[in-house]
């Protein structure tokens, strides 16, 4: 079983930066592909980065340039470094550990403009 907690959310001005982590837990022996989505209000869950096992990234235009997905293997830890936020990346964002299908809790970014 994986469990997952995200951390680092919270409020910033827009421009500004905020850094995601989500660690996993439980029993398993590696996890490789994750992806990290996100759901503001009114709106569906969008994809918003995902890392395979190759070290291959890929990002939803609107934040290339902007967010980076890295993971630390050692630490069973996936990261979302977020820079120059808008208003729009106002959501709850969730860390998905793609091989399991397991989603962590959710955390608010809130941007404010």
């Known amino acids: 079983q994986v469990q997952l907690v995200e951390s680092g959310g919270g409020l910033v001005q827009a421009g500004g930066s905020l850094r995601l982590s989500c660690a996993a837990s439980g029993s398993f022996s590696s996890i490789n592909d994750w992806t990290w989505y996100r759901q503001a209000p009114g709106k569906q869950r969008e994809l918003v980065a995902f890392?395979?096992?190759?070290?291959?990234?890929n990002y939803r235009d609107s934040v290339k340039g902007r967010f980076t997905i890295s993971r630390d293997n050692a630490k069973n830890t996936v990261y979302l470094e977020m820079n120059s936020l808008k208003a729009e990346d106002t959501a709850v964002y969730y860390c998905h550990a793609n091989l399991f299908g397991v989603w962590g809790q959710g955390i608010q970014v809130t941007v404010s403009s």
């Open positions: 890392i395979i096992s190759g070290g291959s990234t």
